[in-house]
């Protein structure tokens, strides 16, 4: 049977659960109270957004105080960043550089931007073929002087996991704490920030199945961490705003749920997207990028044609109503090669001529068997 829609750009943003809505709409209809209040209205707000964060949470392996909301993955990057360096300058003015990776997501990398222009230095490294930190690289990169190390849990053009754990012990041997931005990992990988010794950690809501515009920053107890936004004193005086109700029960639930069907789901993102490779690298012309196997995002798969543009690719799909990526949402429009593949050491060309395909829990067989027939149609009439 052919789906009437088969959606694989999962890595851009997923599908609210119609769970996830259904604890939303409550705060969004009858229980509008803002959770400052002291009236009852008030109260059950503030009652949500505590349930909120105990779920969060649980998630990360957390406590409740230790989880700050925000609008998405991009705020909790600048949070993490600006707010961490500042407080750890002014505290120990030595410790003025940060370190990262050549292929992170633009949150973090014009955020370091920022940082040099107040003064930090930067070092950037480079990874390997497949997308790949080796944690002896930090070990070389580092010094006392460094005050945190950045580096994404998983990659979300290419979906390379990298060993958060190994690089958060790297970083510790030196003083400096570590954040991960983990908006592409988050529920897709075991992240447990106690286990790994994460000090912070992005996630973003509309990545697991909760609304666009929410998300949260991790931020261990013991972490110096200024506020980049100022106002009420909401959110342990790091992120003043009215709290945003709504996408806020609706990321808790999101959570809640991803917990308790992450082996699962994993476990079936895993087989379809082998499925999607082992197929799609029978054709003729077509390769992977980036890892296979473990050290491989659960969800994504990424190719590249040696005869078809990207974005050909995307629209004789999007005709067939399968919505996938040639690039990074939060870069599109840009015509500049994708500076995540170019640091694998692709060609411009080749950098033009990829497709990502990622999945959530709700991609089916049915929707393989439609996206593989699609590309074998694609492929023979530009052979």
Do not use: W
């Not at 897709?188 to 697991?208: A, F, P, T, Y």
């Amino acid at each position: 049977m052919v789906p009437e829609i088969v959606y694989f750009d999962n890595g851009a943003t997923t599908a609210i659960a119609p769970e996830v809505l259904e604890s939303m709409m409550p705060y969004l209809t009858t229980e509008y109270g803002n959770p400052s209040s002291v009236h009852f209205m008030g109260n059950t707000a503030a009652k949500g957004l505590r349930m909120a964060r105990e779920q969060v949470a649980n998630s990360l392996g957390s406590l409740p105080s230790e989880i700050v909301f925000t609008s998405g993955g991009t705020e909790s990057d600048n949070l993490a960043l600006i707010g961490s360096a500042t407080a750890c300058r002014k505290n120990d003015p030595k410790r003025n550089r940060i370190v990262t990776t050549c292929i992170e997501h633009e949150a973090v990398l014009e955020t370091c931007e920022e940082l040099k222009r107040r003064g930090f230095d930067v070092t950037v490294l480079s990874v390997d073929k497949e997308g790949y930190l080796d944690p002896s690289i930090l070990d070389d990169a580092m010094s006392t002087d460094v005050c945190l190390v950045s580096i994404m849990a998983a990659n979300n053009i290419i979906g390379t996991i990298q060993d958060i754990a190994d690089l958060s012990k790297v970083s510790h041997e030196y003083g400096s704490y570590f954040h991960t931005d983990a908006v592409q990992g988050y529920t897709k990988m075991n992240i447990n920030v106690e286990r790994d010794k994460i000090d912070m950690l992005s996630l973003s809501g509309h990545k697991i199945h909760a609304p666009k515009g929410i998300g949260a920053l991790y931020v261990r107890s013991n972490v110096p961490i200024s506020p980049i936004i100022f106002g009420g004193g909401q959110e342990m005086g790091l992120r003043s705003s009215t709290e945003n109700i709504p996408g806020i029960i609706g990321l808790g639930k999101a959570a809640e749920m991803s917990m308790e069907s992450m082996d699962k789901d994993i476990q079936l993102m895993t087989k379809l997207r082998d499925e999607i490779i082992d197929d799609m690298l029978k054709m003729n012309g077509v390769h992977l990028n980036g890892p296979i196997g473990k050290k491989r995002l659960c969800n994504n798969a990424h190719f590249r044609f040696d005869k078809l543009k990207g974005t050909d690719v995307v629209l004789a799909l999007s005709r067939a109503r399968i919505a996938a990526s040639s690039t990074s949402a939060c870069s599109a429009g840009l015509s500049e090669p994708s500076y995540v593949l170019t640091s694998l050491g692709l060609s411009p060309k080749q950098c033009t001529s990829t497709l990502r395909v990622s999945l959530s829990r709700y991609n089916t067989e049915d929707d393989i068997v439609h996206l593989i027939n699609a590309m074998k149609t694609i492929l023979r009439d530009h052979s």
